[in-house]
């Protein structure tokens, strides 16, 4: 990796109340809300972060979780170097249904090696952790026979865990460069 600016398109995917727009929220302008307020279309926001000497400006596409609003997010999936698939550790359906968002990424995103694709699971709420319903455990188990993802924990309420999640996204979509 040569001394230069990149920009890098990162998109987070996964079921609607995970914290999607929370954790971006929370990474980009350390901002938590209580309330719930559902995603409609996908929008970005911007963070610029300094790599091995090199200034990378992070996109972060918030996507909308809703099925409603399917359609419209598969538009922005292409030209995106790393996806952030996430889950929320008190609802176990959230962490099933990361099989179907990353088969729907990579159909829709038409990568010609989708086998080396860098995807970033977060499981999202851990200040929570009194009303978990999915382990670490299972989830490690899963990102292994996934392809070796990268796995995070984080809180974006409590702003655990976020920086490192999306520092480890940067770097895994440079590799890419
Ligand atoms: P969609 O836009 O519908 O896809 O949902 P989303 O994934 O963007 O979820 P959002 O960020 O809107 O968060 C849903 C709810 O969970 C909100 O009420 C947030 O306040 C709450 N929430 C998000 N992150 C956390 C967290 O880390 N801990 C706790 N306790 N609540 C969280
Ligand atoms: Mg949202």
């Known amino acids: 990796m040569s001394t230069r600016n990149y920009i890098l398109k ?19 302008n350390q901002k938590f809300s209580d309330e719930y307020k559902a995603t409609i279309g996908a929008d970005f926001l911007t ?11 992070m996109q972060i596409w918030d996507t909308a979780g809703q099925e409603r609003f ?18 929320d550790i008190t609802d176990h359906d959230s962490f099933v249904h990361l ?28 200040d ?16 292994k026979q996934n392809g070796n993802l990268q796995f995070f924990e984080t809180s974006a309420k409590e ?7 999306f520092i480890a996204v940067a770097e895994s979509a440079l590799k890419r460069e």
């Open 10 to 28: 990162v998109i987070l995917i996964g079921d609607s109340g995970v914290g999607k727009t929370s954790l971006m929220n929370t990474y980009v």
């Open 47 to 57: 963070k610029e972060l300094v790599i091995n000497g090199s200034v990378v400006t």
């Open 70 to 87: 399917q359609s419209i997010n598969v538009a922005f999936y292409r030209g995106a170097d790393c996806c952030i698939m996430v889950y």
């Open 99 to 126: 099989g179907d968002w990353k088969e729907e990424f990579m159909v829709q995103s038409a990568y010609e090696n989708p086998e080396t694709f860098p995807f970033v699971v977060i499981g999202n709420k851990i």
């Open 128 to 143: 929570c952790d009194n009303e978990r319903l999915v382990s670490r455990n299972d989830v490690e188990q899963w990102c």
């Open 159 to 165: 702003s655990i865990n976020v920086d490192k999640a």
